[in-house]
């Protein structure tokens, strides 16, 4: 099998070879179609995330190098494992990526995704940038006939993490209107679920006008742009009272201050993004404003499961997508850290 791999951190991909494995037990072997490149990559291939201050939360693991990221993946079985039940040789799917152990509490409780001893693919176990990705069981494999495969892929990881957020925030738009900051792909497809799944106001932030723009299209009822003088005050005023959510899709010391602010009390600020930095409020501030601050990492087979049928029954706009073949995967990461990249970019091994 062919595939771009992290041979050292901080360095561009290579091209590595290694022997096609043959599945064995319930394994299911994917010939890999679609991988979407991720933004999370970029930290994964850096060895760190930015923890503000100086300090770096070190993500290199014991992952062995050479090491094959890439977890947004979709593909066609091409073998199964003897116990590998109900696959049909041929068909496509996309995969879960945030498998678990499979055996803790965390994993019988149907969250593997917060699994401590994961096996996620293209994070902890080899993933999609090459030309097969060994799946453990088959309940990983997503079905998702009717939606386009560049999009299924990415499906499993900004879908997700959007769906995942924005249904968190449900329960608290008793108090007041949904905020959604920033976005970029998570949150768009966060604003198209919210659109999906609430009929209470959404109200968005960016410092980018065309993206404000585009979210108003969407349905957001209202856009702001967080580097306005006003615009905490405004908030307040077209929610009346504040904000039953705000769910920050940036994840930065800027932006949690400015999603928090405008919360109501009683209501919540979700984080999801994880560009970094840290963030201070002085403690009696939580009681006083029965402030509930909770993070909220992409979502359970289950949530797939429910997001996928909002896709399929149409819900979700499409999004640009430009396929790039296996060896573009380094150019690829490195034009989504200079910011190059508009829409998603899917390696096509
Ligand atoms: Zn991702
Ligand atoms: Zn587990």
Not at 44 to 68: A, E, M, S
Not at 107 to 115: F, K, S, T
């Amino acid at each position: 099998m062919h595939r771009q791999s992290l041979v050292d951190y901080g360095k561009p991909l290579q091209a590595t070879e290694a022997p096609t494995p043959s599945p064995q037990g319930s394994e299911v072997l994917l010939r890999v179609s679609h991988c979407g490149v991720c933004h999370s990559d970029i930290h994964l291939q850096d060895g760190y995330f930015d923890l503000g201050g100086g300090q770096k939360l070190d993500v290199r693991g014991n992952r062995p190098l050479p090491f094959t990221l890439g977890h947004e993946i979709a593909g066609t079985v091409e073998a199964a494992g003897p116990e590998a039940k109900g696959v049909t040789q041929g068909k496509f799917y996309a995969a879960y990526p945030w498998i678990g152990c499979g055996k803790c509490g965390l994993c019988a409780r149907g969250d593997e995704h917060l699994c401590n001893a994961p096996r996620v693919l293209g994070v902890t176990v080899d993933g999609g940038y090459a030309t097969h990705v060994l799946v453990p069981h088959p309940r990983y494999l997503m079905d998702v006939d009717g939606i386009a495969p560049a999009i299924a892929s990415a499906l499993m990881c900004s879908g997700l993490t959007g769906y995942g957020a924005v249904k968190k925030a449900l329960p608290y738009l008793r108090v007041g209107p949904l905020l959604i900051v920033g976005l970029g792909g998570v949150g768009m497809m966060g604003l198209q679920f919210a659109r999906a799944l609430t009929d209470k106001p959404i109200f968005v932030a960016d410092i980018d006008k065309t993206k404000r723009e585009a979210a108003l299209t969407l349905g957001a009822a209202e856009a702001f742009d967080p580097a306005d003088g006003g615009v905490r005050k405004a908030i307040m005023k077209a929610s009346g009272g504040g904000v039953g959510a705000a769910v920050d899709f940036a994840g930065s010391d800027k932006s949690f201050a400015f999603a928090h602010a405008p919360v109501a009390k009683g209501g919540a600020a979700i984080v999801v993004g994880l560009i970094g930095g840290s963030f201070t409020l002085p403690v009696p501030m939580f009681p006083l404003r029965a402030l509930t601050v909770m993070g909220s990492y992409v979502g359970s087979t289950g949530e797939a499961a429910e997001m996928i049928e909002l896709v399929k029954a149409g819900k979700i706009a499409p999004i640009p997508v430009e396929k790039r073949p296996l060896d573009q995967t380094s150019k690829s990461l490195d034009d989504l850290r200079e910011g190059k990249i508009v829409g998603r970019v899917v390696i096509t091994p």
